[in-house]
C-alpha cells in the first residue's frame, strides 16, 4: 500500500505474528500486537492474551521501558476508554511515542475512532491500513459480533472423498485420521462456543469439548449450544458433567427445570420455518458476547444453516475414501431441487492435514442475471 515501506509491513507482519498468540485466550476481545520500533531497532513488543489482563500496547510498553520518540505499531486501534484496563492510546501519548501505524479501525462502539482522535489530538502522527485485510481476517469473529451482532459461523464436516460423513446406519467413526482429528481440536479451541444438534446428542453424545491438554486455553473451555426444540435432550449426556456452559435453545420448554437442574442454561426461542429460529439464536449468542461459532452437527442443522446464508466458512476434512452409497451426505437442502439453487465456493486454503485433505471456503455471493431483449 501507497505511503508504507518495506520495513514497516515487516514489524506489522510481527504484530500480527504476536496477536495472533491470542487466539486460544483473548475472547470475547479482539487479538491485538504491538511492535515499538526506534532508530531501525525493535524496543518491545507485546500481544493481548487474556481479557482482563493488560492490552498489547502496555506489554509492549513495559517491555521496552522507555518508549520516548518510538513508532508503534499496532493490529487494531487503540483504545481510548477506560474498561478493565487502562486506555492504550492514553498509554502511548504519555510514553511520549512519536508515530503510530495501526492497521485498522477498532468498530467497537466504545472505541470507534476515539483512540485515533485522542492520538492526532496530543501530536502524534498516524498512519492507518497498512496489512488491512490479514487484521480483519485475524479478528473476523470479533468483527462480525460488533459489526452483524452475531458471531461468524464456521461449519467444520468431516466427509469422505465422495462426500458422506456416515453410513445410513450411522457409523461415522472414524472418518478422518487421527491427524485431521487433532487439527479439529485446534480448531474447536479458537472457537467461542460449539453448536450441534439433539440429533447427534441423541446419536453420539458428544462431549464438545477441547481434550488436547497441550492446547493453553487458559482454564477455559468453548461453550457448548445446543438446537433442541422440544427439549429431548437425555439428563445423562455427558456434556453436561464436564467443566464449562451448556446453553439448550429450544421452542418448548416445558421439561426446562430437570434440564436446568442438571447443569444446562434452556434459552426458548421463537419457533422458524422448520425449528427453532436460527437467525434468534445467532442474535442470542451475540449478545452472550460469543465471536466465533463452530458448528458441528448432521445435515439438517448444517442444511438449515447454508440454506439460510448464515454460513460463513466452511471447513471441510475430506478423507481419500470412498463410502458408497449407502449413506449420509453434508447438508440436507429438500428446497434446492434446480442446479441453479446450489452455492459456489470461494476456497481460501487447502492443504494436506495428515492423509487428509482440508479446505477452508467461504460461500460467494449469488450473481442473479436478468433477461436482456
Known amino acids: 500500500m501507497s505511503g508504507f515501506s518495506a520495513s514497516d509491513s515487516a514489524y506489522m507482519a510481527q504484530a ?29 513488543e507485546g500481544w493481548h492474551r487474556l481479557a482482563g489482563e493488560l492490552h498489547a500496547e502496555a506489554n509492549a510498553l513495559a517491555a521496552a521501558g522507555d518508549a520516548t520518540g518510538a513508532t508503534a505499531y499496532v493490529t487494531l486501534e487503540p483504545c481510548a476508554h477506560q474498561g478493565k484496563t487502562a ?43 497498512l496489512m488491512a485485510a490479514e487484521a480483519e481476517k485475524l479478528n473476523a469473529g470479533f468483527l462480525s459480533r460488533v459489526r452483524r451482532g452475531r458471531p461468524f459461523v464456521r461449519v467444520k ?9 456416515a453410513m445410513q446406519n450411522g457409523q ?38 477441547v481434550r488436547d491438554e497441550a492446547i493453553d486455553m487458559a482454564g477455559r473451555q468453548p461453550v457448548r449450544v445446543v438446537i433442541d426444540s422440544a427439549l ?34 434452556v434459552v426458548k426461542i421463537a419457533g422458524g420455518d422448520s425449528g427453532v429460529d436460527l437467525a434468534a439464536v445467532l442474535d442470542d449468542l451475540g449478545r452472550r458476547e460469543i465471536n466465533d461459532l463452530l458448528v458441528e452437527a448432521g445435515p439438517g442443522l448444517a442444511g438449515s444453516l447454508l440454506s439460510s446464508d448464515m454460513v460463513d466458512e466452511l471447513v471441510i476434512y475430506q478423507a ?16 434446492w431441487t434446480e442446479l441453479a439453487d446450489r452455492k459456489s465456493l470461494q476456497f481460501t486454503d487447502v492443504r494436506r492435514v495428515g492423509s487428509d485433505t482440508r479446505i ?14
Open 320 to 335: 481419500p475414501h470412498i463410502m458408497g452409497s449407502a449413506t449420509i451426505s453434508m447438508f440436507n437442502t429438500p428446497a
Open 157 to 165: 464436516i468431516a466427509a469422505s472423498l465422495d462426500g458422506a460423513i
Open 172 to 209: 461415522s467413526q472414524w472418518i478422518t485420521g487421527a491427524a485431521a482429528r487433532a487439527d479439529v481440536q485446534r480448531l474447536r479451541a479458537r472457537s467461542a462456543a460449539i453448536m450441534t444438534g439433539i440429533g447427534t446428542v441423541l446419536a453420539d453424545d458428544p462431549s464438545l469439548n
Open 360 to 373: 477452508t471456503a467461504t460461500i460467494k455471493p449469488a450473481i442473479r442475471t436478468t433477461d436482456q431483449d
Open 232 to 265: 429431548r435432550m437425555p439428563l445423562s449426556s455427558g456434556m453436561l458433567c464436564l467443566p464449562g456452559d451448556t446453553i439448550v435453545y429450544c421452542i418448548d420448554d416445558g421439561g426446562r427445570k430437570a434440564l436446568e437442574d442438571a447443569g444446562a442454561a
Open 87 to 129: 486506555a492504550c492510546a492514553t498509554a502511548l501519548i504519555k510514553a511520549g511515542v512519536a508515530e503510530v501505524v495501526c492497521a485498522m479501525q477498532d468498530p467497537f462502539e466504545r472505541v470507534a475512532g476515539s483512540g485515533f482522535a485522542a492520538l492526532e489530538k496530543a501530536g502524534i502522527a498516524l498512519r492507518v491500513g
Open 16 to 44: 500480527l505474528r504476536l496477536a495472533a498468540r491470542g487466539e486460544y485466550t483473548a475472547h470475547p476481545n479482539p487479538m491485538v500486537g504491538c511492535v515499538l520500533v526506534r532508530d531501525g531497532r525493535l524496543i518491545g
